[in-house]
């Protein structure tokens, strides 16, 4: 109006027009709602002084953004009760807020997972707080498998006997393969009631390798030829074709054909193969010779030497139980991978009929995974194991080989959820290469505590501690001071 009288008008006053005049449009057109904002701060402290001066700091803090607090001198009850998360606004004082202002006063931001009624509870949001409850078996997933991933003492099997035991409550059943010297899992598994199957020299559990369960013909020989791989480590074209023919002839011999009828029949064992290959050394084909030579050395042990209890029939007769631990820690280096690999097989079997949700755990799983091709059996396993209601978890302190190997990224690739745990500066790079990380959460994962890290699920990360109350760390604990007092 003074503009239309032709009086001067200030430019201050026409901006804050302009701006009146927009705010009105986007409030009329509906991009923009009105409302009236009122913000308390509870400074609280234990005395008088102190809380003056933290008053003092809260004050300048807000006046540094800009925001001018009034302290409710006087009204102290007032502002307290409306302070309380009752949805009280006792001392009325107000400013209008547009939508977008609004949420710009949100003061802390972080990745939120909606807590799922079934799932397990993971650890603590460390942005907010909140417990991050997840239900890996949910139809949201694509499959219930997950990988735990740090170094060394970074808390990654005690991350995951904490989920364990928590699965276990909610009605998963477990599955855990232990390959740790001390038998890390055994204290948990006799404490939650679950059974130990102990493979050692001294034991007398067996699987026999060759005898077929619930797997076809062609899926036992798909086995046998990635079991190879763990005795012999290059397999040339020569052993692959004469080990063809070989299960072919030793399952024959005992009567096995691809008639599902005569499954059920006694398998062969090492032995078998071991035998077929000596005759083979004698071939007149120098090349087929050499083959079954070196074939038959690499087994002469399992058969022969000290190792020889892989050379048995299987006497495990039923899984039943809702947790089981195989425990092959006291076994020589050279035989645990093979006998990894042995189990995993067998247990995956046994439970593809079983359509309850049951997670099965490998720790120090690249053990198991060095020698893996991409189309190898453990990542037909990695790959198939959600149509019978199976999680795989995988826990490995050899993050670089997993980032870098083929098999390591397939099984990446095939996994709904992820822990990363503390990292050594010296791989960081690569871990934030994958995971997409910024500085920020990368410095984050270089001095992350035992039991904290991020949790990967989603597309988002959020970052996680593991909590836990006295009693369960006295189950989770391998710290060898804890052993030694409890
Ligand atoms: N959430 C946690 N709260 C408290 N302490 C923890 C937590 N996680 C781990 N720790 C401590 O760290 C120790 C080592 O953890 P853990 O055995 O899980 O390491 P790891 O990552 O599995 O190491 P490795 O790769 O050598 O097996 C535990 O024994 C415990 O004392
Ligand atoms: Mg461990």
């Known amino acids: 109006t003074d503009e239309a009288a032709g009086k001067l008008v200030s ?66 009850d007032a502002g307290l009760r409306s302070c309380a998360p009752l949805g009280y606004n006792l001392l009325n004082v107000g400013r209008n807020m547009t939508s977008s202002s609004l949420a710009a006063t949100f003061p802390f931001v972080s990745a939120y997972l909606e807590p799922q009624p079934k799932g397990i509870l993971f650890g603590e949001n460390q942005l907010d707080g909140m417990p991050i409850i997840c239900d890996i078996f949910s139809k949201s997933f694509e499959n219930a498998n997950g990988l735990v991933l740090g170094m060394s003492g970074s808390g990654k099997s005690f991350a995951v006997k904490t989920i364990l035991s928590r699965a276990l409550q909610q009605g998963i059943d ?20 679950g059974r130990i199957i102990e493979f050692s020299e001294k034991s007398d559990a067996f699987i026999n390798p060759f005898q077929i369960t619930e797997q076809s013909y062609d899926e036992k020989l798909f086995f046998l030829h990635s079991l190879m791989r763990f005795f012999v480590s290059e397999l040339t074209d020569e052993m692959k074709d004469l080990l063809d023919e070989a299960f072919e002839s030793i399952y024959a011999k005992r009567g096995i054909t691809h008639d599902p009828k005569t499954w ?32 038959s050395s690499s087994l002469r042990r399992f058969v022969k030497g000290s ?9 495990i007769k039923k899984l039943d ?38 997670m099965l755990v490998v720790d120090e ?18 790959k ?37 745990l503390r990292m050594k500066p010296s791989i960081i790079d690569d871990v934030a290469a994958t995971f997409k990380l910024n500085e920020t959460t990368k410095n984050y994962l270089l001095t992350a505590e035992p039991g904290s890290g991020l949790f990967f699920v989603n597309n988002t990360f959020i970052p996680l501690k593991n909590i836990v109350a006295s009693d369960e760390y006295k189950l989770f604990t391998t710290h060898p001071e804890d052993r030694r007092v409890g």
């Open 11 to 76: 430019y201050s006053a026409r901006l804050q027009r302009k701006a009146t005049e927009q705010l009105i449009e986007m409030l009329t057109s509906g991009s923009e709602r009105a409302f009236l904002l009122s913000l308390y701060v509870c400074v609280e402290s234990e005395s008088l002084e102190k809380l003056d001066l933290l008053t003092d700091i809260v004050v300048s803090k807000l006046n540094e953004v800009r925001l001018k607090p009034q302290i409710a001198y006087e009204r102290m």
């Open 174 to 193: 477990m599955i855990v393969l232990d390959p740790s010297e001390e038998g890390e899992y055994e204290i948990l598994t006799t404490s939650l009631g």
């Open 264 to 295: 059920g029949k006694e398998a062969p064992t090492l032995s078998d193969l071991y035998s077929y290959m000596e005759k083979e050394r004698k071939s007149s084909f120098a090349r087929r010779a050499e083959a079954a030579t070196a074939v």
């Open 307 to 315: 190792f020889s209890f892989i050379n048995k029939q299987t006497n």
């Open 321 to 358: 139980g809702r947790f089981i631990t195989f425990k092959i820690g006291s076994l020589p280096k050279e035989v645990r991978r093979v006998m990894m690999f042995i189990i995993l097989e067998f247990v995956y079997n046994r439970m593809r009929r079983d359509l309850r949700k049951k």
């Open 365 to 382: 799983a690249w053990k198991l995974l060095q020698t893996e091709s991409e189309e190898g059996y453990i990542l037909n396993i990695v």
């Open 384 to 420: 198939t194991c959600r149509h019978h209601n199976m999680g795989l978890v995988l826990i490995t302190q050899d993050v670089y080989d997993l980032l870098t190997s083929k098999a390591g990224k397939a099984v990446m690739a095939n996994s709904s959820w992820q822990l990363l």
